[in-house]
């Protein structure tokens, strides 16, 4: 399967504690996305990488959340405190540019307890 | 603010009806406007691409079309079948802050009835 790969698929952990999302993007994809969505709404826009560079991060995202990608490949995203408000899934996508679609993985459903 | 809304929220149709989703987008700046099918518990599927030069894509039962103007899309399905229940959303790519992001409309949940 070439597509975009998301790990784990579901979290389950206790409020205040760290939790880390991996995203796998298609190989030849140099922008890559992540997104929450929460349920009955659409994705969130979070933030976004053009190769290792992150360009963008919206708002939504605070000081507790933290996204990288070092080598340009794959992508983790951090979630530090925990907080019941964080309970959603975690969507990741790719795309070769702009004017191609974005290819969506089947995301990480996070509980917080 | 610059919004993407879909009506309606639900729909249910029996096996075999032709049928249209809506989108409408605040912003006639649209790079492009993406159509995606979600099932329950998963991810997004990329259904059309239609670029902002462009007027409508076709794939097989499925063509949407755009009209940047009055900042509306369509998606019509025709011969819907079973297989077809699922969310279907709509993203617009826009300019904010600087950068394009693709906002996404709420969903429309589709039920086709055997």
């Known amino acids: 399967d070439t597509g975009v790969s998301q790990d784990p698929r579901h979290k389950i952990t206790k409020r205040g504690q760290n939790v880390t999302f991996r995203c796998d993007p298609i190989?030849?994809?140099?922008?890559l996305y992540w997104y929450r969505q929460t349920l009955g709404q659409g994705p969130e826009f979070l933030t976004y990488f053009q190769n290792e560079a992150q360009l963008e991060k919206s708002r939504l995202l605070s000081d507790r959340f933290s996204a990288e990608r070092p080598k340009g490949s794959f992508s983790t995203l951090e979630i530090q405190r925990t907080e019941q408000g964080d309970s959603a899934m975690y969507l990741c996508?790719?795309?070769?540019?702009?004017?191609?679609?974005?290819?969506f993985g089947d995301g990480t459903r996070l509980s917080i307890l | 603010k610059q919004e993407v809304t879909q009506i309606p929220a639900a729909l249910s149709v029996p096996e075999g009806e032709n049928l249209v989703l809506n989108c409408s987008f605040t912003?006639?700046?649209?790079?492009?406007l993406q159509w995606f099918r979600q099932d329950p518990g998963k991810g997004l599927t990329s259904l059309l691409l239609i670029q902002s030069s462009q007027r409508e894509q076709t794939s097989g039962r499925l063509n949407a079309s755009l009209d940047k103007s009055s900042g509306r899309s369509t998606l019509y399905i025709a011969a819907s079948q079973p297989g077809d229940s699922a969310t279907y959303l709509c993203?617009?790519?826009?300019?904010?802050?600087?950068?394009?992001?693709?906002?996404f409309g709420s969903g429309t949940r589709l039920l086709v009835r055997p």
């Open positions: 993203a617009a790519l826009l300019m904010m802050d600087s950068s394009y992001k693709l906002i």
């Open positions: 190989s030849e994809h140099n922008r």
């Open positions: 912003d006639s700046a649209i790079y492009n």
């Open positions: 996508a790719s795309s070769l540019n702009r004017d191609q679609p974005q290819h």
